[in-house]
């Protein structure tokens, strides 16, 4: 029981300094943080989340690893 | 205390009500905006830098928080980096509640519930085979982590997750004349596995958490050691069954509490006749 109590409570330490990470941390040269791009995915309409931005993935994965240019070469 | 009173009480016990409540309470907190499904658009103000632990589409128009699993996917697609903020929000939930936050604070679990309730098909008996639950593995490590990975798509949003299409999706489009230029393949496609996904909530309940939910799996991580538990008391167990018959996930609660498919919904405790009797 003490020992569940002692891992909830280092699970819960860690989710705080990764969040508390979130808002401080810059992920590049911009200043950005990750918080922006959290923002960033929930105050716009994701196309790919409802379906309309045609996202072929079969075609993307032959783009992806070169495999498309080389079919297009030969 | 009235005799009204005390038999609502009751009935809040006995049913599953209390439950159902504490669901449409959190239904109601994230998604305060309905009046945004008029115009379409997404809400986004200050509250969506924060995810919300259950699944629900970011992109619904009422909808004041992030889903954790399209957060995920979208900083591991666009920043191919550690989704820290994501996964902070769902181990701290996982921590307190475990997957109890599939039975109390998902909108989508809601759904299938309120689904399964008034279907004229359903079937207590209805489930798969057990192998089918490794459906969320793949769709897991695939769909939410590989394809974003590779930068190519956020995999589960954009291939799988019905809940996009039903908050999302449908009411964007209804509102927004011009979006519907940009219908194509992926829209279709999501359209006709929502639909098979609908009937079958019809039939067998929670199907969705039992077999494809890959945010109820990572949930799932923290069962074992989260802070709610639900206590098995084997010694007074009559083996009737009552609980296995009544389990949403289609699990034999003697051998499976608070395992990894568990919800914690606490429907095992409620329809135990050894509980029934002591309380």
């Known amino acids: ?74 | 205390m009235t005799k009204n009173t005390s038999s609502f009480l009751n009935k809040l016990k006995n049913t599953g009500l209390k439950r159902n409540l504490i669901q449409l309470f959190f239904l109601i907190i994230q998604n305060p905006f309905i009046s945004n499904f008029l115009s379409g658009k997404p809400y986004n103000g200050p509250t969506k830098t924060f995810c919300a632990p259950g699944l629900h589409c970011y992109s619904c128009p009422s909808m004041a928080f992030g889903c954790p699993l399209g957060t995920l996917q979208y900083v591991i697609k666009y920043a191919s980096m550690i989704p820290f903020f994501a996964l902070g929000t769902l181990s701290a939930a996982g921590a307190i509640l475990g997957r109890a936050t599939c039975a109390y604070v998902c909108p989508f679990g809601f759904f299938q519930e309120i689904l399964y309730s008034i279907s004229p098909w359903k079937n207590i008996e209805a489930k798969l085979p057990q192998k089918f639950r490794y459906i969320k593995w793949f769709n897991l490590f695939f769909f939410v982590l590989l394809i974003p990975a590779f930068g190519l798509a956020q995999g589960f949003c954009a291939y799988v997750c019905p809940s996009g299409l039903i908050v999302a999706g449908i009411p964007i489009i209804a509102a927004n004349s011009g979006l519907r230029a940009s219908i194509g393949i992926t829209f279709w496609w999501k359209t006709a596995l929502t639909i098979f996904f609908v009937l079958y909530f019809m039939r067998e309940k929670r199907a969705f958490c039992r077999y494809i939910c890959p945010l109820g799996l990572i949930l799932g991580f923290f069962n074992r050691i989260s802070l709610l538990q639900i206590k098995l008391n084997q010694n007074k167990c009559v083996a009737c069954s009552a609980c296995k018959k009544h389990c949403p996930m289609g699990i034999d609660p003697v051998k499976e509490v608070n395992s990894i498919e568990c919800i914690k919904c606490g429907d095992c405790v409620r329809v135990c006749p050894v509980n029934k009797k002591n309380s």
């Open chain 1, 1 to 74: 029981m003490k020992k569940r109590i002692l891992a909830v409570l280092i699970i819960l330490i860690v989710s705080a300094l990764f969040i508390a990470r979130t808002f401080t941390a810059e992920i590049d040269e911009y200043g950005t943080k990750e918080t922006d791009l959290v923002k960033a995915a929930g105050k716009n309409i994701c196309m790919s989340c409802i379906g309309l931005y045609d996202e072929n993935i079969f075609e993307k994965i032959l783009e992806k690893f070169g495999i498309k240019e080389k079919k297009e070469a030969e």
